[in-house]
């Protein structure tokens, strides 16, 4: 287990400032995502951990030590790139055997232990098989056994699942989570999708712009984003109120009570978090579709348009409350 | 693509019997002649010396320029520098001249003592030609390869040699195997460079073949002759197909900044020497077309004088009417190439790749094979000389030609199609008004193609063509062997400029069609 911890590091590409001025610390043995929308540099900072990119400046430490400089080949990592990245002219068991080899193992030693991967991935039977002989769901268990067969201090996953169904993509991700638990590495995953990262991971760290504007434990993160970017990027809801009394809020004629002092409040709240009030916002329904869990509804208040979870079919109009309201610092 | 059921998609059957009509009218009169002489030709001691040096000079031939054309197509493939792209067009060029004018070039150089003549004028000369074609088969390899698979191997602990030895050569290794054998065949079956630069001694079996044919009038040694250069050329061709590498529609190796470090600019320095070294046969035929040794004047009179319409036609006809046969032999190879390509992909799958496999056929047979069996088969039914060399021609080009519209033609989504008809157009007019658009520029470059082809060939029409059916290849070739070198250089730089045309036009147009792929 490695804590990996990034100073200060600044990245760019030509006139582009992938990364700036980044800080962050992942502590070891935690699954840590890494999201932000396609762009933000998330990538630019996983391939910097890998040792693939040199940091214009700032540092890169494993548990303390400074790695900045370190080849990739030295640092104990595994990765599974986006497009897997598997050798087509080796067999799954030489793919997953590659990374023992080239670090000394014996030929005969090292496709032991890359069996070994390939049982606990439920590959067996396709050891002999190339990597075009095989489903898009089987390659990735591939790339997956291929970056742990070394037994990695951290193992890095640049967005492998998103070209995945949903039902496959759920499935590697708690085979990652039991892998995890079982062997305890550090990782860090980075993926755009906010629902993935929170399936996964302890922590969460989110980007924009080739900076990290809010990290922490995955839970106290989503209870308070404390940003409208990272709110909105976590899939909530955002209503801009302006203070009319004492702990009275107004948005278009909708004037409502909320315990705050400030002239103006940013209330966040996630779409499954409301109930049906009287003295709640009142709002137009433009559109509804049905899932399992409700009705997904899309509302106008006051010409903007939030998705609310409902648990009956609605009428044109409903009025309702936020259960777990956030508010969040108006810029 | 027009619907399965239409008579349009099995009008292909007439590109296939045409093609196999055509190269199977050559091989059978090869056959018919050669077999009851192979035994002679196998024991003709005068064939056996030009097929093993035949053998020599092509593996050696392949294997420099493969050597050569490694570094620069590894600078190439994995970084992006200033002048790339026009360093990439320079060494690529030699490969674009006819073969008449490098081996024409290289004669006067060794005649300079710029070039040690004999066989090394023609390893030299042959290397010349094809180094640029071997660096961009292998760029365009390495470039197919991921640079998250070197990534990966990075990631998984490899070192430099380890991942060198264990994913970048193994990945390579079928580019490698197929530009090594595409050059050998070339280089076995080369006429015009060992013609002019071998002399008397260093016979190929190309040149062998010709001699036996032109000067002793032995067409049956001949074709035995040809008989065992196709045993060869056919299995170096299998291996080269077999090899072939998987085609990818787009670069999949990010070029990184080339590092500023003592290896990389040694190999930036080699990359632009290959470049100059490129160049500099090519100057030398247009200077010493320029210049008249005898009087020392520096002029282009010479181009006057040879396009004059009254000029010199003891050596055949004269290089006017040559260019209008040239003209008349291409124009005719384009139409036919185009009819036939286009009847071909608008077929249905099956008929079409059938098709495309039987166009690769005249790649295992050289050109003056090609042409001895079609004269044989020409003789017997008194059929006219032009439509020998014309046949000759579009047998010849046919690899290359369809291979080029079907590239284009296949980038291009049957969607579209659909669209069409669901937007209210019949299929005949959504054929015409979408179809036919999108597919024109394919159908521009392959004739294109073909024609720059018919112009600048040299060995088929040496063989096929009389006096009235002289091409400026020819024209070029019988003044070289006369020592008439001011009217042999600008003969040769006519057909260059000719060439570069057509090429610099199929270019243009490929780059306008470039958004139709996918």
Redesign the interface.
């Known amino acids: 287990m490695v804590e990996v911890r990034l100073i200060g590091v600044t990245k760019r590409f030509g006139t582009t400032l992938a990364l700036d001025e980044v800080s962050l610390t992942v502590p070891d043995g935690s699954i840590t995502a890494v999201v932000g929308p396609s762009g933000c540099g998330k990538t630019t900072l996983l391939r910097i951990i ?3 990119e040199v940091p214009d400046s700032g540092r890169v430490l494993f548990d303390g030590r400074d790695i900045t400089d370190l ?9 599974v ?5 598997l ?3 080796l067999t799954v068991l030489d793919n997953v055997a ?2 023992l ?3 000394g193992y014996g030929a005969e030693e090292a496709k032991e232990r890359a069996m070994n991967l390939i049982r606990l991935l439920r590959l067996e039977g396709l050891e002999r098989r190339y990597p075009h002989q095989l489903s898009g769901g089987q390659q990735q268990r591939v790339a997956l056994a ?2 742990l067969a ?1 037994n990695p201090s951290i193992l ?1 996953l640049d967005e492998p699942f998103g070209a995945l169904d949903a039902r496959l993509r759920e499935q590697l991700l708690w085979e990652v989570r039991r892998l995890h638990d079982e062997w305890g590495f550090t990782a860090i995953h980075v993926t755009h999708d906010q629902a993935e990262a929170l399936a996964i991971a302890d922590k969460l760290a989110i980007m924009r712009d080739g900076r990290i504007i809010r990290d922490g434990p995955s839970e106290k993160v989503v209870r308070d984003p404390r940003s409208e970017f990272a709110a909105r990027f976590l899939g909530a809801n955002v209503l801009r109120l302006k203070k009319v009394g004492s702990f009275k809020y107004k948005i278009g004629e909708q004037v409502l009570e909320f315990d705050r002092k400030e002239d103006e409040i940013l209330l966040a709240f996630y779409p499954e978090e409301v109930e049906p009030s009287d003295k709640g916002f009142e709002g137009e329904v433009k559109a509804i579709s049905f899932s399992r869990l409700g009705y997904r509804l899309i509302v106008v208040i006051d010409g903007k348009e939030v998705e609310v979870l409902w648990k009956e079919r609605p009428g044109p109009k409903i009025r309702f409350k936020p259960t777990n309201p956030v508010f969040i610092p108006c810029e | 693509m027009p619907g399965k059921g239409s008579i349009v998609s099995k009008l292909g059957i007439i590109s296939i019997a045409l093609l196999l009509g055509l190269w199977g009218a050559s091989s059978f009169g090869l056959l018919l002649r050669g077999i009851p002489s192979l035994p002679e030709a196998i024991r003709d001691r005068a064939i056996g010396r030009a097929f093993h040096f035949s053998f020599l000079q092509a593996f050696a031939s392949a294997l420099f320029s493969v050597v050569l054309a490694i570094p620069m197509a590894y600078l190439d493939a994995t970084y992006d520098f200033r002048g790339r792209k026009v360093l990439k067009v320079l060494v690529t060029m030699p490969f674009t001249l006819p073969t008449i004018s490098v081996a024409l070039s290289f004669l006067l150089l060794s005649r300079k003592g710029i070039v040690p003549s004999g066989w090394p004028s023609i390893i030299a000369a042959h290397a010349y030609f094809n180094f640029g074609m071997c660096s961009q088969i292998l760029s365009a390899t390495l470039s197919s390869i991921s640079t998250d698979m070197e990534e990966a191997a990075d990631t998984l602990g490899a070192s430099y040699w380890f991942k060198l030895r264990a994913v970048v050569l193994p990945l390579v290794l079928r580019g490698i195997i197929y530009s090594f054998t595409l050059t050998f065949v070339l280089c076995f079956t080369s006429f015009a460079i060992p013609l002019l630069l071998g002399g008397p001694r260093y016979r190929t079996l190309e040149v062998e073949i010709y001699s036996l044919y032109k000067v002793f009038l032995d067409r049956g040694l001949a074709s035995g002759a040809a008989i065992l250069q196709l045993g060869v050329t056919g299995f170096i061709s299998l291996i080269a197909l077999r090899s072939l590498p998987a085609a990818r529609s787009k670069e999949a190796r990010l070029r990184k900044n080339l590092p500023k470090d003592p290896i990389h600019t040694a190999l930036l320095v080699y990359y632009c020497i290959m470049a100059c070294l490129a160049l500099y046969p090519v100057t030398y035929l247009a200077y010493r077309s320029l210049f008249n040794p005898l009087t020392d004047e520096f002029s282009p009179r010479i181009y006057f004088k040879v396009l004059s319409p009254g000029f010199d036609p003891s050596l055949g006809s004269s290089p006017l009417n040559s260019l209008i046969n040239s003209l008349f032999f291409a124009t005719m190879t384009s139409l036919i190439t185009l009819v036939m390509a286009s009847l071909l992909i608008s077929s249905v799958p099956r008929i079409k790749n059938l098709g495309m496999l039987i166009s690769l056929l005249p790649l295992g047979t050289s050109s003056i094979s090609l042409a001895l069996g079609l004269y044989s088969i020409g003789s017997k039914f008194q059929i006219p000389g032009w439509i020998l060399i014309t046949s000759s021609h579009f047998l010849i080009s046919a690899p290359f030609t369809f291979r080029s519209l079907e590239a284009g033609a296949s980038a291009i989504d049957p969607v579209f199609l659909e669209a069409a008809e669901t937007l209210g157009l019949d299929r005949l007019d959504a054929t015409f008004k979408v179809l036919l658009p999108l597919i024109l520029p394919s159908i521009l470059v392959g004739g294109f193609y073909a024609f720059a082809m018919s112009i600048s060939e040299t060995s088929a029409v040496a063989l096929l063509s009389t006096p009235e059916t002289q091409t400026l290849t020819v024209a070029a070739l019988k003044y070289s062997g006369v020592r008439r070198f001011q009217e042999a250089t600008a003969i040769s730089v006519l057909v260059c400029l000719l060439t570069w045309t057509l090429l610099g036009l199929q270019g243009l147009v490929e780059k306008r069609m470039k958004w139709t792929r996918r």
Not at chain 1, 71 to 79: E, H, L, Q
Not at chain 1, 81 to 85: E, G, I, M, S
């Open positions: 890998a040792g693939l080849p990739p080949k030295d640092r104990n990592i595994g990765m790139f986006q497009d897997l990245a050798f087509p002219h590659f990374g080899i080239a670090r291929r970056a070394p890095l």
